[in-house]
């Protein structure tokens, strides 16, 4: 069991908050499949505030959608603010705080990993946060800035210092992006200092992986991000592995194309069909990845405009890998 806060969870295993993928389909779908906690799109607390329509579509979920996790970012205190007001109106289980977005917009503003910089105020600003939300608190760090910044274990403390109930921590450095190698040393120092439950994020590609996340860093939970794209299987497949050893095998081909159906489906009811046929182009890309001859589909995809159109694609994808 994962306690974070007053939340209990019965699963370690957390679907990642992924900007511009994670909305309700993609969260539904993943629960469908084993995973407990997932998050929201993150939100700019000053588009919360000033209660943007985009923001208030992101926000939109429904009964099943739970343990639910809400990610916000900032720096100003007022907006901060602001933001926590606005979401008061909606049920969530907890709210991170994002101190890891590598964005060049939004490090230029001095916000998400730019933090990692000034580990004092984002101490502050978590006690701003920590202070007027009704459910635990939660903080996402890198293991620091760039490779002669690792300050991972600092700006933890810190944070651990303002009153959060668990730390999330991409061991990768701001200016790594999201490639090169998964700094293991860096989690696990973090790991030991703190008290609270520590979430670990980077490269759960696999079962295997998520494993070795676990061992080599003594983490309370892994968050997966990249490897639930295309792959809500991953959920499963985690969980029996680290319970039993278990080796699932990756689904059927008829399974594949049954899930994007649905996926599509979701997707189009969700945002209508311009948009939601828009959206699931990506997954088209991603549940088609390790197939062989998937090119040619892939294009096909990407003109689809109606959800007809894209139904005949994944038909089409089907027969040929028979
Ligand atoms: C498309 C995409 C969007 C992301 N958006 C967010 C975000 O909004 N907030 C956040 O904390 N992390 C975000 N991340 C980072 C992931 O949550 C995760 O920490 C990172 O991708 C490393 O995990 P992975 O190797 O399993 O992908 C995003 C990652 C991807 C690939």
Redesign the pocket.
Known sequence: MLKIGSLKLSSPFIL??????SDLPFRMLNRKFGCELAFI??LNVRSLSYKSKRTSFMLSTEAGDRPLGM?ILGKEPRFILRGLEVLKKYKFDILDF?A??PARKVVARQEGAALLREPKRLKELLKVVVKNSSVPVTV?IRSGWDENSVNAREAALYAEEAGISALFI?GRTRAQG?SGKVDYEAIRSVKKALKIPVIA????FSAVLAKQMFEETGCDGV?????ALGNPWIFKEISAFLKNGRVIQRPELNEVVKVMVGHLNACVDYHGTRIGVVVFRKFFAWYTKGFRVVRVFREKACHAKTKEEMLRVIEEFGAAHR
């Open positions: 990642a908050p992924m900007a511009g993928v799109e993150m990610q994002n890891a977005c996402k991409h999201y994020s980077g490269d759960i968050a997966i991000a990249r490897g």
